[in-house]
């Protein structure tokens, strides 16, 4: 069983203490937090003495392929969709799960569920295709002779491209919805009498009724993911490898999982060898402050402050919603940095100050106390 990892947990270990031995890495990103996420891994790569080669597609969100000073190596995929068609697929996807998913049926998200994955399926076939089929790419990435693929299993491609590069790899990673690609394609065990299916909002303390639930979220997402990569990726890969295979297969091959949180932050549940927790990657040394800043977090007194933010893509709420988050926060006594690009909310409290964009770990970092 150790017998086909032996060569990856060698190269791994030497990557982690040793200074004699320099990889070669190719990297199939994901975009938006992913990609900061995955981006301090393959710093740290490169200051071990590791290239790092990353395929990013012409149009995405936040992987800045133009930027000399990365120590990164890009070799820049050119792809059929504008920056323009991925900006709003991902501004519809938002807005609906910001501002109406709750007034809508069960049946109704599900459906919208489908029409999104259809969207960004789209947008990931094209990607692979103008890798796999551009035979003198292929030609030069085989013959840059790499060592291991980093992927994340939330965009299909990656696992497809060390098939073909004929190299082992990894997973950076946090989790799908219901758990359903650890599951179904990592072989990760998940009892549902007392293993919550993550996005469900349930606890490893169920209810019988909580637990028939949890079985039937189980059930529901494993016939939803089980079809629909059947009906849009397995053929695919099939065609390509030239042979017969399934995504979920493909996907399975993973030498490891790297899971982006700290195992005492999940409920008690059965994990593989194979899945390492490594929560934490991102933390650095804070930095000072911008000056404006620095002097907003040190007016906070005794009671600190809140970092406030929805995360690396939503940039605006409704007037609605924004108001009432501002009115909110206007009665807390601590001072709020808030990470909001949206229009100004006319509640907004003097204790509230607007960015648009905030250094979370420099903040972490200050003396203040924090929340």
């Not at 003495?49 to 995405?60: A, K, Q, Y």
Request: proline share 6%; glycine share 6%; net charge negative.
């Amino acid at each position: 069983m150790m017998g086909p990892r032996f060569p990856w947990l060698l190269w791994a270990c030497a990557c982690c203490w040793s200074a004699g031995f320099c990889g070669k890495v190719v990297v199939w990103p994901t975009d938006a937090s992913h990609w900061i996420n995955v981006k301090v891994l393959l710093e740290e790569l490169v200051l071990r003495g590791h290239e790092v080669t990353v395929l990013v597609p012409s149009s995405n969100l936040l992987i800045d392929y133009q930027d000399t000073s990365s120590p990164f190596t890009f070799e820049v995929l050119q792809v059929p969709f504008t920056q323009q068609t991925l900006h709003t697929a991902m501004e519809d996807f938002l807005n609906f799960w910001m501002n109406e998913v709750s007034n809508v049926s069960p049946w109704k998200i599900m459906w919208k569920m489908k029409e999104v994955l259809e969207v960004f399926t789209n947008m990931s076939k094209q990607t692979c295709d103008t890798l796999v089929m551009n035979t003198q790419l292929i030609a030069k990435l085989q013959q840059a002779k790499f060592d291991v693929l980093i992927a994340d299993p939330l965009s299909a491609g990656g696992e497809l491209v060390a098939e073909i590069l004929a190299i082992p790899f990894a997973y950076s990673f946090r989790f799908s919805d219901g758990n359903v690609v650890e599951r179904l394609c990592g072989g990760l065990p998940s009892p549902p009498s007392y293993v919550p299916a993550s996005t469900r909002g349930l606890t490893d303390q169920m209810s019988f009724v909580e637990r028939l639930q949890n079985f039937l979220f189980y059930f529901y997402m494993d016939l939803f993911f089980l079809k629909f990569w059947r009906d849009e990726w397995d053929g695919y890969y099939s065609n390509v490898l030239g042979r017969p295979t399934t995504l979920c297969e493909t996907m399975g091959k993973a030498e490891i999982w790297l899971i982006r949180t700290y195992w005492d932050f999940e409920f008690p549940r059965p994990f593989l060898p194979n899945f390492e927790f490594v929560g934490g990657l991102h933390c650095k040394p804070a930095k000072p402050l911008p000056k404006e800043m620095e002097e907003f977090v040190q007016s906070s007194g005794e009671h600190g402050i809140v970092v406030f933010s929805l995360g690396s893509m939503v940039y605006k709420l409704t007037d609605e919603k924004s108001n009432v988050i501002a009115r909110a926060l206007s009665q807390l006594p601590q001072k709020v940095l808030w990470r909001y690009k949206g229009k100004k909310p006319e509640t907004l409290g003097s204790n509230t100050r607007i960015y648009d964009w905030i250094p979370q770990n420099d903040l972490l970092g200050c003396s203040r106390r924090l929340l």
